[in-house]
């Protein structure tokens, strides 16, 4: 009876010592990065972002069927037949119009008018993805956005992706346009949202710019091209209706940077910079895309929303489809 009892004394210590050192262990572990957001009927749990020991190691984007859903339907934006969303209206050309004294009207005339770009005519004139033709003769037929239509960005962090909505404002009711892979800011420990892109509400600025090879400005007090900045096209954050940071200068949605390719002799998009934490705090969008969303928004109030899980987002009005 005597060994018997010593063994099972003996096991029980060495359980104890095991589990003081699991104990130890755990406590100087790093602890994980968390994202905090109010709580919600939707998320129950703190989005978690892992912190890495190199700044070179990014965080990886959430894969789930919320991040690989696409959704494009911006064509039926420009489409002139049934299949146009409810919110265009179709314009046929002609020179004279009662609006316009003293002159013919061109087609920045009517861009200006209807509050539309002059890009979103472009493309629907020409119906294809051309944005800078606008060559016009009488009885040519494109569309305008009506006059109750705003437009809403919803970013999500935790997924590096963009949902872009069109809001009625009549009917208070929001139209899912298209989803977009887009790149933000890298991790950073001082931020509320462990990103350098800060969380919350914020306008979309009107002081847009467009950029072509030659074009130098001032990034970060050096001399640069700016395509290999910002590529083609630049749109400012320029107020905080709600959320982080008080200095929204230098925050914007841009094109993914441009870089020579010495072999090819011309520039070529860094796309490898798109679905990831690489930025210094602006969102990147691929250049077809940040050119076709620049033909959209500019003429009209857009909110831009970013947040850690789209599920905290605040959709205006009614989501339906159309």
């Known amino acids: ?16 010592v095991i589990g003081v050192l699991a104990v130890f262990k755990k406590g100087v572990q790093k602890q994980p990065f968390l994202v905090k957001e109010p709580s919600c009927e939707v998320c129950k749990e703190d989005t978690q972002i892992e912190m890495k020991d190199s700044v070179e190691e990014y965080l990886q984007p959430v894969q789930d069927e919320v991040a690989q859903e696409e959704v494009d339907q911006v064509w039926r934006l420009f489409t002139t037949d049934v299949q146009k969303l409810s919110f265009v209206e179709t314009i046929c050309y002609k020179s004279f119009v009662p609006w316009l004294k003293g002159r013919p009207a ?57 949902w872009f909505y069109a809001h009625n404002l ?36 009107d002081k847009v710019a467009v950029y072509k090879p030659g074009i130098n400005g001032y990034f970060q007090g050096k001399k640069v091209e700016l395509v290999r900045i910002f590529g083609t096209r630049w749109l400012p954050l320029i107020k905080k209706q709600n ?13 993914a940077p441009w870089i020579y390719d010495e072999e090819g002799q011309s520039y070529v998009e860094d796309l490898a910079t798109i679905g990831k934490y690489d930025s210094d705090g602006c969102i990147r969008l691929a250049q077809d ?10 003429t009209r109030p857009t909110i831009v929303e970013i947040v850690a899980d789209f599920h905290y987002a605040k959709i205006p009005g009614e989501l339906i489809e159309e």
């Not at 346009?177 to 919350?200: A, C």
């Not at 959320?243 to 094109?255: C, S």
């Open 1 to 16: 009876m005597f060994i018997p009892k010593v063994i099972a004394i003996g096991s029980l210590v060495l359980f104890l």
């Open 106 to 162: 061109w087609i920045a005339d009517y861009a200006s008018h209807y509050s539309t770009s002059r890009h979103f005519i472009a493309r629907s004139l020409n119906k294809k993805k051309d944005y800078y033709t606008q060559k016009v003769n009488f009885g040519d037929c494109f569309n305008v956005l009506k006059r109750d239509i705003n437009f809403y960005l919803l970013i999500d962090l935790s997924r590096c992706k963009m």
């Open 170 to 205: 009549t009917k208070n009711h929001s139209v899912l346009l298209k989803t977009y892979k887009v790149g933000v800011g890298r991790f950073s420990s001082e931020s509320h949202s462990g990103l350098l892109t800060p969380k919350g509400q914020f306008v979309l600025g």
């Open 243 to 255: 959320g982080e940071g008080d200095n929204l200068k230098g925050y914007g949605l841009h094109g």
């Open 289 to 298: 895309d940040v050119e076709e969303l620049f033909s959209v928004v500019i």
